[in-house]
Structures are given as structure tokens and as C-alpha cells.
């Protein structure tokens, strides 16, 4: 069936190093892809979505590039921050689902000083 | 933004008991979801719907029930709460107008039967 595949469940850097959370998709279907953010005790907040094949998105220095060959939506950024220290979830809209979203089980990042 | 509201947002309840989760949203938008985080589970959908007057099974709705008497509110019933249902929960809404398929969150409801 229709699945995202988060493959770390936690993450570790030194602030000011690269980062890249994995996310995989598997659809029949038409996908869109997203990535949401949640930081501690908050609600999850959308922080980019995707655009067409092989187009790179971007949103607060984070960028993510949607490869239909691959089903693939990886989340990067160059220089992590200790703000961005939180949750990450990838998920899934596929064409059949109506607006429904599959998350994946989502990626703990913690930025160290 | 979108506003998408919660009530209560920390509940305790017994096992057995009668539980009303409340959700309201000022965008007019079309669509309702309640959601259940777990750790290691990530966002499991509950219940979800179209419209006023519509609900619709999600992918975990045994012991839940949803009711959705208007386009603003949307409620997630917990009948007779299990310990298992312990949980954060939370609401969001979306319409294919804010797309594609973007939903916005409410602040959650942290639920514990004891």
C-alpha cells in the first residue's frame, strides 16, 4: 500500500554542520510530498512541500527535491542551527487519498553547540 | 495563518469513562482531520471530514467516534477511554483552495487514562 519510510529516527550534529533527513514514498499514484516541523510542545508546522519532478523547493534554508525515479523527497540544509533543533516529519499526498496525508514516523534532530 | 483551536489541551480521564476532544477553525476550510502522535508512530489518522455534517474513518478508528456538527467545529468522542488511548492529539484542517493539500495544525490535547 500507499507508505512513507522515515529511516533515522534520531539525528545528532554539531551546529553548523550539513544536514540531510531521509524520506522515501511508495504510491501508485500521483505523489505531492511535504515536509512538517515540530518543535517541543508545539503543533506541526509546514515547512516546504514539493514542486515537480527533479525541481528543487526551499523554505528557511531548508531544501528538499522531489526524484519521482528514486520516490525520494530528502530534506537538506548546510549549516544547521540550534533552533532547528526538532521534530521532522515527511509525508505523503497521493492522487485517490482525497486530502488525506501519510506521515512517516519522523526524524529527531538535535543540533548540539 | 490558518486557526485551528483545541479544548482541552491536557485532559485526564478514567478507564470507562466518556471523553470529548473539541476543535475549531476560523479558515472556512472544507476539511477536518484528528490526528494521534505516538512516539515511533509518527501522525496516525482517526477520523477525518468533508464537511458538516460528514465524518469518515481514518486508518485508526476503533474506539473513536467524530462528529462534526458545522464547518468550524469538529469533535473526536472517546465512548468508553482505555488506558491505551493515552496520547497527544491533534486536529487540523485543510482545503484543496490552500494546496496542494496543505493542513494546518491546532496546538494538540494531551490525553491520559488512568
Known amino acids: 500500500g500507499d507508505s512513507v519510510t522515515q529511516t533515522e529516527g534520531l539525528v545528532t550534529l554539531t551546529k553548523g554542520l550539513p544536514v540531510m533527513l531521509n524520506c522515501t514514498y511508495q504510491t501508485t499514484y500521483s505523489p505531492f510530498l511535504f515536509w512538517y516541523v515540530q518543535h517541543l510542545n508545539e503543533a506541526p508546522k509546514l515547512l516546504l512541500k514539493?514542486?515537480?519532478?527533479?525541481k528543487r523547493t526551499e523554505h528557511q534554508g531548508f531544501y528538499a527535491t522531489l526524484h519521482k525515479s528514486s520516490s525520494s523527497f530528502h530534506l537538506q540544509k548546510s549549516s544547521v542551527q540550534l533552533s532547528d533543533s526538532a521534530l521532522y516529519f515527511c509525508?505523503?499526498?497521493?492522487?485517490?487519498?482525497?486530502?488525506?496525508?501519510?506521515f512517516g514516523t519522523g526524524t529527531l534532530l538535535s543540533v548540539k553547540p | 495563518e490558518a486557526a485551528v483551536t483545541q479544548s482541552p489541551r491536557n485532559k485526564v480521564a478514567v478507564t470507562g469513562g466518556k471523553v470529548t476532544l473539541s476543535c475549531n477553525q476560523t479558515n472556512n476550510h472544507n476539511n477536518m482531520y484528528w490526528y494521534r502522535q505516538d512516539t515511533g508512530h509518527g501522525l496516525r489518522l482517526i477520523h477525518y471530514s468533508y464537511g458538516a455534517g460528514s465524518t469518515e474513518k481514518g486508518d485508526i478508528p476503533d474506539g473513536y467516534k467524530a462528529s462534526r456538527p458545522s464547518q468550524e467545529n469538529f469533535s473526536l468522542i472517546l465512548e468508553l477511554a482505555t488506558p491505551s488511548q493515552t496520547s497527544v492529539y491533534f486536529c487540523?484542517?485543510?482545503?484543496?483552495?490552500?494546496?496542494?493539500?496543505?493542513?494546518?495544525f491546532g496546538p494538540g490535547t494531551r490525553l491520559t487514562v488512568l
Open positions: 514539493s514542486s515537480t519532478d527533479n
Open positions: 509525508a505523503l499526498n497521493y492522487g485517490g487519498s482525497g486530502n488525506k496525508l501519510i
Open positions: 487540523a484542517s485543510g482545503d484543496v483552495g490552500t494546496g496542494p493539500y496543505e493542513q494546518y
